[in-house]
């Protein structure tokens, strides 16, 4: 099992331009999620997601937007870049909350 | 004041040393307790769930204390690769997950 994935592990983008970070997991767990790490405050969550087609918002979501089509992908699109939104972003996934399985993250700079 | 307070460290300690960390937390409703460690520049991985009746693992030992509203984590005989950023983590429900910002514990030689 190759756990939880991400891609990619770098990205630097400009103020305005828009892309998609890449997360999926070979689990057949449920329930995902994304965060972004900042430095000196704790993993903050964007959006998550119980299940194929169903989504919902964290703590952080403004500027961000995800789908799940399947159980295993659950990509977290940027709109447009802004430097507030430069941080290290990770994606987890868990069967019921209980232990959430992270993945490498990605480290996003937005100038 | 925020919702989950970690002591930020470092906490510097000799090998084989017992230390201990606390984590506060403001909502009495939080239903779920975990620690998860990270090292420098990698993901969290959870180190244990936290049960009303306490938990141990090994040399680990969590607690709850849902009068006072923390949780604590105790490391007997601590090893140099205990050295890591240990992570508080509440939650109240799936769109509620609090993660602390974190203490650094350093073990020395």
């Known amino acids: 099992n190759a756990g939880v994935t991400q891609t990619p592990k770098f990205q630097v983008l400009k103020t305005g331009q828009s892309m998609t970070l890449q997360c999926a997991q070979d689990?057949?767990?449920?329930?995902m999620s994304w965060y972004r790490q900042d430095p000196g405050m704790g993993l903050r969550l964007i959006h998550y997601s119980v299940g194929a087609g169903i989504t919902d918002q964290g703590e952080v979501p403004n500027g961000y937007n995800v789908s799940r089509s399947t159980t295993e992908d659950f990509p977290l699109r940027l709109l447009s870049a802004a430097p507030s939104q430069t941080s290290v972003y990770f994606c987890a996934s868990s069967y019921n909350r209980e232990e959430q399985y992270f993945g490498p993250g990605t480290r996003l700079t937005v100038t | 004041r925020k919702e989950v307070e970690q002591d930020p460290g470092p906490f510097n300690v000799p090998e084989g040393a017992t230390v201990a960390f606390n984590c506060t937390y403001s909502?009495?409703?939080?239903?779920?307790f975990f620690w998860y460690r990270q090292d420098c520049r990698k993901e969290p991985k959870l180190l244990m769930s936290v049960y009303s009746s306490g938990n141990e693992d090994g040399r680990f030992t969590a607690q709850l204390n849902r009068a006072s509203q923390y949780i604590s984590l105790l490391i007997r005989d601590s090893k140099l690769s205990d050295s890591a950023t240990y992570l508080c983590?509440?939650?109240?429900?799936?769109?509620?997950?609090?993660f602390g910002s974190g203490t650094r514990l350093s073990i020395r030689p």
């Open positions: 983590v509440v939650e109240l429900s799936a769109s509620k997950i609090i």
């Open positions: 689990m057949n767990h449920e329930y």
């Open positions: 909502n009495s409703a939080s239903q779920s």
